[in-house]
């Protein structure tokens, strides 16, 4: 198992309370972490491929995953998505989500704390190009997986991310805004659950801060606060992003206490019965 590394600087703690995020390059060695999780990915495609007699290159993870994956939903939709599914449950990524290195960071970023995982908040995301029903607009991660306020996002990509990917968007430094009410706006819109929150007078809060968007390698490690404001990039390029993104919460987090440790959307809880403080109403955002 992975122990923090000498990719860890010695001011990681004091980075991360300043920019609310820390870009860690590789966190995760590729070849023992981040390898077994492609090699399973590439025989889930190669599965579904011969399933349902596409002919795509699946001799390579890339391929799998550049080539023939956007084969398969160019064919059928449904079929992308029982790769999707799948592909969670592969043993090296809950390795990866549950590795040694994760919680050692984690106290190390927050010390005192005593980490958990949100067990609905992991898996892997596929951002195909053009595609914005899905795509999370800018937002905290707080409102819709709750378990703690003092929580930090895990997310490291699958495949070298380059800009027109549409790596994650950060606003440095943004979770001194504290917790920013959100209101839900997804009547006749394309967009629900989570992916329909909007924040409070969002364009006038981002305005105040830098937005950095981290060029990342398989390997590489963003840790952002719970509190800071991110969104997922637009990819306009030819070929889907693949990434990680799990969370990590404090148990001995006030707020996480008080609720004990509910979780909001995956779990099944609208954070407005859990938190109401956090709503706000469209009128008001204006």
């Excluded at 999707?84 to 960071?105: C, M, Q, T, W």
């Excluded at 001194?176 to 706006?185: K, T």
């Excluded at 967009?191 to 809060?205: C, P, S, V």
Aim: glycine share 8%; proline share 7%; with cysteine.
């Amino acid at each position: 198992m992975t122990m923090i590394n000498k990719n860890v600087p010695d001011n990681a703690a004091d980075e991360f309370a300043s920019k609310g995020y820390i870009l860690l390059k590789q966190f995760y060695d590729p070849a023992t972490l981040i390898a077994p999780i492609h090699e399973g990915i590439r025989k889930i495609v190669e599965f579904v491929c011969k399933k349902y007699n596409i002919d795509a290159p699946t001799d390579t993870a890339f391929d799998a995953m550049t080539i023939a994956y956007p084969q398969v939903i160019a064919q059928n939709r449904a079929w992308g998505g029982e790769i999707y599914d799948a592909i969670k449950h592969i043993p090296a990524f809950l390795r990866l989500v549950s590795d040694a290195g994760n919680e050692e960071i984690f106290r190390r970023l927050r010390p005192g704390s005593l980490p958990g995982i949100t067990t609905t908040g992991y898996g892997m995301r596929i951002d195909n190009p053009g595609e914005e029903k899905f795509r999370a607009q800018w937002h905290q991660e707080f409102p819709s997986q709750l378990r703690s306020v003092d929580g930090i996002v895990f997310w490291t990509p699958l495949l070298p991310m380059s800009e027109d990917m549409g790596p994650v968007q950060i606003a440095e430094g943004s979770h001194a805004e504290g917790l920013v009410p959100v209101y839900s706006d997804d009547a006749g819109a394309s967009k629900t659950g989570a992916y329909a929150l909007h924040l409070d007078r969002a364009e006038e809060r981002l305005a105040r801060y830098k937005h950095v968007a981290p060029l990342t390698n398989p390997g590489d490690l963003v840790l952002m606060d719970f509190l800071t404001l991110h969104q997922s990039g637009h990819n306009v390029s030819k070929m889907p992003r693949w990434s990680i993104q799990f969370r990590f919460f404090n148990y001995a987090d006030p707020l996480g206490i008080r609720i004990g440790w509910q979780g909001s959307f995956m779990a099944g809880v609208d954070f407005k019965v859990v938190l109401p403080e956090l709503v706000a109403t469209r009128e008001e955002a204006a």
